[in-house]
T-cell receptor, first 115, second 112 residues
């Protein structure tokens, strides 16, 4: 089953603009993670936000989490052509003893940054 | 260099011909997992393993087998591949208590 749903499915922006994508999920979670995937390659972990956190920053990335709405957003500021990739949210449902067996990914947002 | 290595990267095979995709990690991680990625569906978990000799089904285990005889290796076996198993497959690993999963580069499988 697909726990996370990203929105939009695709996003095209110019270099220097900000890119925002959203993730909605269905069940209570321990944490939510964002991963990046360059075309046809493996996923790379970007950032994790725990259920008791509301906002987190890492370099040009800003993640927010609203557990009441079961949603998260990923903001990439001052985007670069190298940010072109697909971005996935992954949720670790609450109730699992370790964040692995049930780590579930959404379908992803494809971001294209043009110079 | 810490990494998860999958082989082969590309494979075209015929229906019914048994195949194995290997996965090896050099980070001494306890957890390993297999995912398949299909357009519009994201990554779906096939099987995962919490440690040597401990495996469990994910969301889409039908048609697949795994084994975990050694900590570093977690092969994915398709006993009788069918065209609906044409997909991009990823192996991933994680240490106990960690949250970040490390992914291999992927294996693109085509079953004709």
């Amino acid at each position: 089953s697909q726990q996370g749903e990203e929105d939009p499915q695709a996003l095209s922006i110019q270099e220097g603009e900000n890119a925002t994508m959203n993730c909605s999920y269905k069940t209570s979670i321990n944490n939510l993670q964002w991963y990046r995937q360059n075309s046809g390659r493996g996923l790379v972990h970007l950032i994790l936000i725990r259920s008791n956190e509301r906002e987190k920053h890492s370099g040009r990335l800003r993640v927010t989490l609203d557990t009441s709405k079961k949603s998260s957003s990923l903001l990439i500021t001052a985007s670069r052509a190298a940010d072109t990739a697909s971005y996935f949210c992954a949720t670790d449902p609450r109730g699992t003893t370790d964040s692995w067996g049930k780590l579930q990914f959404g379908a992803g947002t494809q971001v294209v940054v043009t110079p | 260099e810490a990494q998860v290595t999958q082989n082969p990267r590309y494979l075209i095979t015929v229906t019914g011909k048994k195949l194995t995709v290997t996965c090896s990690q050099n980070m001494n991680h306890e957890y390993m997992s297999w995912y398949r990625q299909d357009p519009g569906l994201g990554l779906r978990q096939i099987y995962y393993s919490m440690n040597v000799e401990v495996t469990d089904k994910g969301d889409v285990p039908e048609g697949y087998k795994v084994s975990r005889k050694e900590k570093r290796n977690f092969p994915l076996i398709l006993e009788s591949p069918s065209p609906n198993q044409t997909s991009l497959y990823f192996c991933a690993s994680k240490r106990t208590g960690g949250t970040e999963a490390f992914f291999g580069q992927g294996t693109r499988l085509t079953v004709v």
